[in-house]
């Protein structure tokens, strides 16, 4: 294995993806990193285009500022929350998640198997969630992710489904009483890293 990182990593979302709330070492793409690092793949720490409160329209204007440079070697993208959490509609929903996914390929060389999508998790399950209809708000969510899960395998991204899991980690969650702690990170990292290494070790016999 190399002493230095090799591969470019671009991960894109909103405050799951950036960690609200916990240590840049605790967010889920930096710990996705640095477990495939300790499997020998040489994945850099990535670079982040995600703040907290994105909906789908905002990543992408984020994008459009940001400007990153590709090629990168792999991309992630976690986004949706805040749709649902206003009330936008699934159908704008799926329509901007598609050209956000389709972008995020062009990043990756225009590899689908070197994107990772990850679902939404269920922010209803959490204590910021007392007194609202927390039914409702995990078959929106549960819908959403349908949406995103089609829209995925599609075009042949890899998908990690990490919303059972969140529905598990109610207390898991920094003071705000809705992002999750970095131990929660952790445990979607083991998720997200099945996935990825399918991704990349594809990836590497397409090159």
């Known amino acids: 294995m190399s002493s230095r990182p090799t591969l470019r990593y671009l991960a894109l979302g909103d405050s799951y ?4 709330g916990v240590e ?7 710990q996705l990193a640095e477990g495939l690092r300790d499997e020998g793949i040489p994945l850099a720490n990535p670079d982040f285009i ?12 984020g994008i459009d500022k940001a400007d990153p440079k590709g090629p990168y070697d792999f991309a992630s993208l976690l986004i949706g929350v ?9 159908q704008e929903y799926r329509l901007q998640f598609r050209n956000l996914l389709n972008r995020a390929i062009g990043f990756a060389g225009g590899m689908a198997s070197r994107v990772l999508v990850l679902s939404i998790p269920d922010w209803g399950v959490t204590p910021f969630a007392n007194g609202r209809d ?4 995990a078959k929106e969510i549960d819908a959403f992710n349908a949406a995103n899960r089609e829209e995925s395998q599609l075009v042949g991204a890899a998908y990690a489904d990490i919303t059972p899991l969140s ?7 920094v003071g705000d009483g809705l992002h999750p702690t970095g131990e929660a990170y952790s445990a979607w990292t083991e998720i997200a890293l099945l996935s990825t290494r399918v991704a990349l070790r594809r990836s590497e016999d397409q090159s």
């Open 50 to 61: 995600a703040v907290t409160g994105w909906t789908t329209d905002e990543l992408d204007a």
């Open 17 to 20: 993806t950036i960690g609200e």
């Open 82 to 90: 805040n749709n649902q959490y206003r009330e936008r509609s699934l």
């Open 134 to 137: 927390r039914a409702a708000i």
């Open 167 to 173: 529905r598990t980690q109610r207390e898991m969650v």
């Open 24 to 30: 840049e070492s605790e967010r889920w793409p930096v």
